[in-house]
């Protein structure tokens, strides 16, 4: 076979282990993710990916001086406003019912990974929280900036916030932006990063401590009220008008998303219907929650109750208009 100069010959690696025993960097090395401890030869041969979490659980912080006293916003920047003795009270507490429901599922290798905001009354929050775990069933934690608090500005001036309050409510509570600050549009924007992120590690599963692959992992997000409400919404790709309908957590509370029985994760899993209502859920929302508990991963919800209901053309099945 004749060569041209300067090229080699194309050679044919094999079988499929052959040619990954050839997948090497520019000095034939086999590719390696310290991270994880893997080998590219380890990864290409995995099988499954790593299980989903069991739940993906939203706390809100604890009672903090600003919740009690609205002009300590005056005084103190709002990252730095801390939780009041009773919230460190909540939060423990809170610790306590997720590790009670938690134990509900008897199973022996579970563990708890924590996003946290990084505010003054989140990360008081986590501490508090925390007291309900021993160190062998904390995965680990990550300061998250993207699911901070809404940005109403910098030292507030009290009577000037509840005008732009109030403003917000003739506005519409998604699209208003406070002066100087943000809209929930804007957190919007920056909890769409921080999902994307939270999925990437649910993909590879970089919670999961090195060699173990154990489906009793519960990721905790603390955070704040609007916050956590933004990141239901675009997780289950809510509609402003039903962000808008939806009420605030609780101080210390928590919603739970727990997976069902196709791999994706539901509210109705955990909470009942009349919770779900009181926060502001409606029939619409109830029926995708009830889609979800069986539904997989990458499944689109071909019934959507939204596109039946914002088209007014449809007919049902008697051909009359729905």
């Given at each position: 076979?004749?060569?041209?100069?300067?090229?080699?010959?194309?050679?044919?690696?094999?079988?499929?282990?052959?040619?990954?025993?050839?997948?090497?960097?520019?000095?034939?090395?086999?590719?390696?993710?310290?991270?994880?401890?893997?080998?590219?030869?380890?990864?290409?041969?995995?099988?499954?990916?790593?299980?989903?979490?069991?739940?993906?659980?939203?706390?809100?912080?604890?009672?903090?001086?600003?919740?009690?006293?609205?002009?300590?916003?005056?005084?103190?920047?709002?990252?730095?406003?801390?939780?009041?003795?009773?919230?460190?009270?909540?939060?423990?507490?809170?610790?306590?019912?997720?590790?009670?429901?938690?134990?509900?599922?008897?199973?022996?290798?579970?563990?708890?990974?924590?996003?946290?905001?990084?505010?003054?009354?989140?990360?008081?929050?986590?501490?508090?929280?925390?007291?309900?775990?021993?160190?062998?069933?904390?995965?680990?934690?990550?300061?998250?900036?993207?699911?901070?608090?809404?940005?109403?500005?910098?030292?507030?001036?009290?009577?000037?916030?509840?005008?732009?309050?109030?403003l917000r409510l003739?506005?519409?509570?998604?699209?208003?932006?406070?002066?100087?600050?943000?809209?929930?549009?804007?957190?919007?924007?920056?909890?769409?990063?921080f999902r994307e992120?939270?999925?990437?590690?649910?993909?590879?599963?970089?919670?999961?401590?090195?060699?173990?692959?154990?489906?009793?992992?519960?990721?905790?997000?603390?955070?704040?009220?609007?916050?956590?409400?933004?990141?239901?919404?675009?997780?289950?790709?809510?509609?402003?008008?039903?962000?808008?309908?939806?009420?605030?957590?609780?101080?210390?509370?928590?919603?739970?998303?727990?997976?069902?029985?196709?791999?994706?994760?539901?509210?109705?899993?955990?909470?009942n219907e009349e919770?779900?209502?009181?926060?502001?859920?409606?029939?619409?929302?109830?029926?995708?929650?009830?889609?979800?508990?069986?539904?997989?991963?990458?499944?689109?919800?071909?019934?959507?109750?939204?596109?039946?209901?914002?088209?007014?053309?449809?007919?049902?099945?008697?051909?009359?208009?729905?």
């Amino acid at each position: 076979m004749a060569i041209l100069p300067g090229f080699s010959p194309i050679q044919c690696l094999g079988t499929p282990n052959e040619a990954i025993d050839q997948i090497c960097n520019g000095n034939g090395h086999v590719l390696t993710f310290p991270e994880k401890g893997l080998s590219k030869r380890q990864v290409l041969r995995s099988s499954p990916p790593p299980p989903r979490p069991r739940r993906i659980i939203l706390v809100r912080h604890g009672q903090s001086e600003g919740n009690v006293d609205e002009s300590a916003y005056t005084r103190v920047a709002d990252p730095k406003i801390s939780l009041t003795d009773k919230g460190k009270a909540e939060a423990e507490e809170c610790g306590w019912r997720i590790r009670e429901m938690i134990e509900k599922d008897e199973a022996d290798d579970w563990k708890v990974y924590f996003y946290v905001s990084p505010y003054r009354r989140t990360l008081e929050t986590l501490r508090h929280l925390g007291r309900a775990f021993e160190r062998s069933r904390i995965a680990g934690m990550r300061e998250e900036p993207r699911i901070r608090e809404q940005d109403f500005g910098n030292f507030q001036d009290r009577e000037k916030m509840r005008l732009d309050k109030a403003l917000r409510l003739r506005y519409g509570r998604f699209f208003y932006r406070f002066p100087n600050g943000e809209s929930a549009a804007d957190v919007y924007d920056r909890i769409t990063g921080f999902r994307e992120t939270l999925r990437a590690d649910i993909d590879i599963g970089r919670f999961q401590p090195p060699g173990e692959q154990s489906p009793n992992m519960n990721l905790i997000i603390v955070s704040h009220g609007l916050a956590l409400r933004v990141f239901l919404m675009r997780w289950y790709k809510w509609t402003v008008e039903q962000f808008e309908r939806l009420n605030n957590m609780g101080n210390g509370n928590m919603l739970v998303m727990e997976k069902g029985y196709g791999g994706r994760y539901s509210l109705l899993m955990h909470h009942n219907e009349e919770e779900l209502r009181d926060f502001g859920l409606t029939d619409e929302m109830l029926i995708d929650q009830e889609w979800q508990k069986t539904a997989r991963p990458g499944e689109l919800n071909y019934d959507c109750p939204v596109v039946n209901s914002f088209f007014d053309h449809f007919e049902d099945d008697d051909g009359c208009p729905t």
